[in-house]
């Protein structure tokens, strides 16, 4: 019998090592289980800060793609970065702004988004003395130049040049305070004495002559012009609200002519396409200028097959401008304080500019390079620059309308990354840097 109580008490300690093993295993299983529960946690609360910074640090740096000069930007950029922060929750709590701090460095157009968020409660680590972990999250972007654009007008124009050969004390030349430094030249084509008209007006426009040798364009040979669109070389031009535009922003500049009289400017602008035949068929521009084709062009490379422009399809050209103002034809622009009035169309970009067909996209080219041979059959675009169009004058419309079509600067262009090394200076996109 002794040998049974030998055995019975044996397998007696072998169920209390048993037991025991089995109350060390689930407590470590029960912490594992909770370990795991507090990491993901973690994780968890902090892919949501994470989010919720990229997008404030996005929304704030687009306060960089809003054209005005004027527009307080790094008050803009604050407000929207807090507001975008303000929308996420982490870890089912609203963001507030005392948890977020937004520095914008203006020079660099970058916004910075910092969140420290409340203290959330941990399970297994409260064991260790480790109650609560704070989330933290960081996130920057900028605003980078860029080459490409898209949706562009099949028409390219001449970047502005400083323009020192001024003419002489002829019967249309402006007032002399009206081209401070030479840099802007007018001319009262209507001989009225006037030089801006009402808005919309199309008899007052800029002398479109580039002189080799004695203008000037790219100052210092970078193959940026210093005296181009969106530069400030030409601010503070007399108190004429037509005139006094700060770095060109609602600047009125010419387009397009279609009148064979218009010598001066006839042979600036070029109708452009992706292939030979976009550029020199009349139809094909005309389909272009009502609905423009969305394909991406860039700066720089090999350029794009071109055809003088002339006033040669002006019949078939006209009307297309036509349809593209009449889609929204009540608008106009406001010289006094330099916006769009009138528009049909809300501002989904939240750029101060409605979403309007008449907002457009141009080509520009380097007046010293590409002028040299007007008759040249390829282009090659230094910018893009998004303009808005002008109404035709009263009475002035359809084929038989020869009257030059116009629009006013607003400034640069949001476009897609990548494309060649060569970047515009009015070409920019958004970038989330860290």
Known sequence: MRWLRRISSARL????????????????????????????????AKAEAQRAVDAAALAGASAFLIPDPTQDKVAIAEERAREYANRHMVHTVQITDPEIDVDVDLPNETVTVTYAGGDIAL?????????????????AAHVIETSNASCIMPIAIPDLWNNV????????????????DELWDFVDLDGNGVLSGPSGSQTERELWEYDHG??????????????GYGTATRNGLGSNSFLNKVNDYGRQITLMTLSPKDGTTSSNYYAWGFTSNDANSGDILRAKIEEEDCQIATVGGEGYPAAAGNGATAGTISPAWDTRIGRDGDATWNDDYNRVDGSDFGDADQDGLPNSPRVVVVALYNPHLEMLAPSDNSLVFNNFAKVWIDERPAGCSGAGCKAAITGRFLGFVTGPGGGEGTTGTLIKTLQLIK
Request: aromatic share 8%; no cysteine.
């Open 13 to 44: 300690g072998e169920r209390g090592v048993t037991l025991v093993m089995m109350a060390l295993m689930m407590f470590l299983a029960l912490g594992m289980s909770a370990l795991a529960v507090d990491y993901g946690m973690i994780k968890s």
């Open 123 to 139: 399970w297994f680590a409260n064991v260790f003395g480790i109650p609560t972990m704070r989330i933290n999250a960081l996130a």
């Open 165 to 180: 050969d001024v003419a002489g004390a002829g019967a249309n030349d402006p007032p002399e305070e009206l081209v401070e």
């Open 214 to 227: 004695v203008d000037v364009y790219d100052a210092d040979g970078d193959g940026q012009g210093e005296f």
